[in-house]
Nanobody
Framework: QVQLVESGGGLVQAGGSLRLSCAAS????????MGWFRQAPGKEREFVAT????????YFADSVKGRFTISRDNAKNTVYLQMNSLKPEDTAVYYC?????????????????WGQGTQVTVSS
């Protein structure tokens, strides 16, 4: 059974930075893509970022492009989301997710496994 555990959320002022981590277990981490999604109160869960099995290809939502980066350390079975220049509209619960493909995936229904989420709050 695949397990995903996020960490690194918190409260930050607008313009600040946070780095989220997601530790994965339960299957061969290095052969699958990974992704991050977020869900703000009263809104649908939305795609944020994804990368392929090696980390050589990444894809971002337009709303975070140029501010967020995604990376992975296959030796540590961990994926990261570096969030810079944070805005109040980035406030949400952030979820790590794992699809059953090695290649980038940005549709929610491509992801089978989900973490429990970590809260990110950006104050103005």
């Amino acid at each position: 059974q695949v397990q995903l555990v996020e960490s690194g959320g918190g409260l930050v002022q607008a313009g600040g930075s946070l780095r989220l981590s997601c530790a994965a277990s339960g299957r061969t981490f290095s052969t699958y893509a990974m992704g991050w999604f977020r869900q703000a109160p009263g809104k649908e869960r939305e795609f944020v970022a994804t990368l392929n099995w090696s980390g050589s290809m990444t894809y971002f939502a337009d709303s975070v492009k140029g501010r967020f980066t995604i990376s992975r350390d296959n030796a540590k079975n961990t994926v990261y989301l570096q969030m810079n220049s944070l805005k109040p509209e980035d406030t949400a619960v952030y979820y790590c997710a794992a699809p059953d493909t090695a290649y980038i995936a940005y549709r929610r229904n491509e992801y089978r496994y989900w973490g429990q989420g970590t809260q990110v709050t950006v104050s103005s």
